[in-house]
């Protein structure tokens, strides 16, 4: 059984790039062609919508960097006691109610149709499955006003009231991409191991690709790489127009006593 070092390259847009470098055996796939590079795929989205899930989180981080950059927001909104939903199920058709009013607004302003990652968290107390806390997480696409975007977290008006009760609290902030994306707010997002979280996005989002190649690195020259670690410039020698963080969350070695050797890197566009 022959092994040779995969390069996996996930796009993220035009502005992001990750590299996963491992070890990859023929009989893993049936398509699988060594020292050839394959056709653009588009990222398979996990079933998995727990956000427990590493590959879900992983998934969530690299669809929020394809879509959403510094013109977009983050809006949180949470319930008042009185509209507290008693399941997640409630709590899903009431957000899901409000990004129908988005959607609204945003036609009636003539605005391109919205696009949203949902996250919903709650926590619930020990040995019961009833959710308690539930609150939401959302990332829109920019255009409206966020006083809007803030007003219609409400109920439907009663007769002779200009709006609607507010359901909760709610604020909607601009995001402040680094040089990581919003991958910063994703991991803040995605953290808290006491909480569950679901999440759920548009149809209309562009989706992260991959392209593989199995010829760009060898064996040798990756166990030389996990010896001597390389400063930044080799790394963008190796990706022409992309560079590289200076902090321990982009580069990151795994060892396998089995696999040896992997490495997964995330990189920027150069400006």
Known sequence: MRNFIREKKIYCGDKYLEVDIYSYTKN?????????????KNITEPKQKNLNDK????YLTQLANTNFDERDLHVTATYKDKYLPKTIEEAEKEVTNYLRRLSYRRKKQGLSPLKYILVTEYNTKKGE???????HHIFINGGLDRDIV??????????GEKKGEMIGYVNADRLQPDENGVAALCTYLTKN???????SSSQN???????NNDHKYSRREISKIAKEPPDISYWERRYPGWTISKNDYAVRMEYNEYTGWSFYLKLRKRD
């Open 193 to 199: 191991p006491n909480g569950k979280k679901r999440w």
């Open 129 to 135: 499955e009833k959710p308690i806390r539930i609150h």
């Open 205 to 211: 989002l562009e989706k992260p690709w991959y392209r």
């Open 55 to 58: 590959n879900a989180r992983r």
């Open 28 to 40: 893993q796939t049936i398509n699988s062609k060594s020292g050839k590079r394959s056709k653009k």
């Open 150 to 159: 803030e007003d219609l977290w409400c109920k439907r008006k009663k007769k």
